[in-house]
């Protein structure tokens, strides 16, 4: 929304400062919060592999590099579908309506208890991410691109708070930070694949087919609600993600 707004009311060079400027203050932010300053190393265990040594972390990230490739594909297949509705504007529009969608879907998660265990959350939340990109595909006017454009936006949030849950529940001791930071290299690793994707021949139809084969990763015994370790509380002090959605969703838990 940041950078759509400002490169629409001032230029593509303020929303790259202003970016800049945003990643900054949110990284002292989080170096300074007082979780952060009174957190200590804990003993951990060896091995090269880290998190990765966990068949079910591996899983996660796996699903969640599909689930990413709708992320980074959306810009590229936005610039397409301005330029086959003849409407320019909705270049920087349909990505800002996404993550609109995402502020509302990640409230309406947040809020409340949602029954089944978090993974089997998860799963359905990818699914409906894949299904949720089919009408923005089926369109044919400017307006209903736009409002195609919430469904998906409105599971983004809840699809990324359920990862990270999940990631901090099957942490190694002593390695959510390391477990939080390979799922957002996962997220990175979709999102730039599904960006330079995109530019393919039907590149549009990643945006369905990321979260459909998320969905189809996470069914599987590497993530049955048995295999979740409790939430402990020292590890969720210890864990330092981007996108802090653990602490805030701990309820929805299984």
């Known amino acids: 929304m940041l950078v759509a707004g400002l490169t629409g009311l001032v230029s593509a060079q303020a ?7 945003a990643g900054l203050a949110g990284t002292l932010l989080v170096v300074s919060a007082p979780p952060t300053r009174a957190w200590t190393p804990r003993p951990r265990g060896t091995g090269w592999l880290g998190p990765l040594r966990h068949p079910g972390l591996r899983r996660l990230y796996a699903a969640m590099a599909c689930a990413a ?18 409407a320019p504007a909705l270049a920087g529009l349909l990505p800002a309506v996404v993550s609109v969608g995402a502020v509302a879907g990640g409230l309406a998660y947040g809020v409340r208890s949602w ?18 990109w089919l009408p923005l595909l089926a369109t ?20 990324l708070s359920a990862a990270y849950l999940i990631t901090a529940r099957l942490a190694p001791t002593g390695m959510a930070t390391e477990a939080g930071a390979l799922l957002v290299a ?32 996470l069914i599987g015994p590497a993530l049955r609600p048995s295999r979740l370790a409790p939430t402990v509380a020292a590890d969720a002090r210890e864990a330092v993600s981007p996108i802090p959605h653990t602490a805030h969703f701990s309820h929805v838990s299984s």
């Open 69 to 86: 490739l709708p992320m980074g594909a959306i810009v590229p297949v936005a610039v397409a579908r301005a330029e086959d509705l003849h």
């Open 115 to 132: 029954p089944g265990s978090v993974v089997v959350q998860l799963t359905v939340l990818c699914a409906g991410w894949a299904a949720g």
């Open 140 to 159: 044919t006017g400017p307006a209903a691109a736009v409002a195609a454009c919430l469904l998906p936006g409105f599971v983004m949030a809840p699809v």
């Open 186 to 217: 996962a997220l990175d690793v979709g999102c730039a694949a599904g960006t330079a994707a995109a530019l393919l021949p039907a590149g549009a139809w990643l945006l369905p087919a990321g979260g459909a084969a998320a969905a189809v990763l």
């Open 15 to 21: 929303a790259l400062l202003a970016t800049a400027a």
